[in-house]
């Protein structure tokens, strides 16, 4: 495994950067959720602005760690350990191979639920409450992830 200065660069860069947009989540994920959200809290953004914006940066950051990990992570360590890049289906599936990922169905569940909590938020509270829920739910999934692709990028 010959890996040149700029994927060792590019690796350590990555690695910096998934740590600490890890922290934010995690930061904001206990803020947010300090029990389970309900549909009267979720309801209750358009009055509570605090709130509204914890919510809104839960889901930036939830979804930024997810594209950092899958979207320049991945490649990057693939790269690190001479394989060929692929699709993101093919790397995604490599990693999960590698045993940096748990799942990719579980990942690609990660990513539709993103999307949920991104374009669905505006027009129904129920979905949005589901949503944000279950995003919490995979916060240690997304944890588990960045430590392992960490370390395997060391």
């Known amino acids: 495994m010959r890996q040149d200065s700029n994927t060792a660069a590019r690796l350590k860069f990555l690695s910096r950067v998934v740590k600490k947009e890890l922290q934010h989540l995690l930061y904001t994920d206990a803020k947010l959720f ?4 309900s ?9 509570n602005a605090d709130l509204a914006e914890l919510a809104d940066a839960f889901v930036a950051r939830f979804g930024r760690l997810q ?3 899958g979207d320049k992570l991945v490649p ?9 890049l692929g699709p993101a289906i093919d790397n995604l599936d ?5 045993n940096w990922l748990e799942s ?7 990513r539709q639920l993103r999307n949920k909590m991104v374009h669905e938020y505006i027009e129904d509270p129920q979905i949005l ?4 829920n279950a995003g919490h739910q ?11 692709m960490i370390s395997a990028g060391l």
């Open 39 to 47: 549909v009267d809290t979720v309801a209750s953004f358009e009055k």
């Open 76 to 84: 990057a360590l693939l790269a690190h350990k001479g394989e060929k």
């Open 138 to 148: 995979f916060v240690p999934v997304l944890k588990e992830t960045t430590k392992k």
């Open 34 to 37: 300090v029990s389970p959200l």
């Open 129 to 132: 409450t589901d949503a944000l």
């Open 104 to 110: 990719v169905d579980d990942w690609f569940a990660i």
């Open 67 to 69: 594209d950092t990990l």
């Open 94 to 98: 490599k990693a999960e191979r590698f």
